[in-house]
């Protein structure tokens, strides 16, 4: 099964979010963190290169 870069750093953002639901780490830095991930991994398509359709690992 592949992958693309930005699913990835969805399922990071989500797993981030859960964390910091359950306080398992700081809640604040895990939120702002979770936050970048999903930004990122909707930027990506539109950057080119980078989130391309090709763009599986």
């Keep these: ?10 399922l990071v953002a989500l797993l981030l979010a ?5 306080n ?3 809640s604040g830095t895990a939120l702002c963190l979770a936050v970048i991930c999903l930004a990122v991994a909707m930027l990506l398509p539109n950057l080119g290169g980078l989130g391309s359709r090709n763009d599986k690992l």
């Design 1 to 10: 099964m592949k992958f693309s870069v930005s699913s990835i750093l969805a």
């Design 18 to 22: 859960l964390l910091a639901l359950l």
């Design 24 to 26: 398992v780490v700081l």
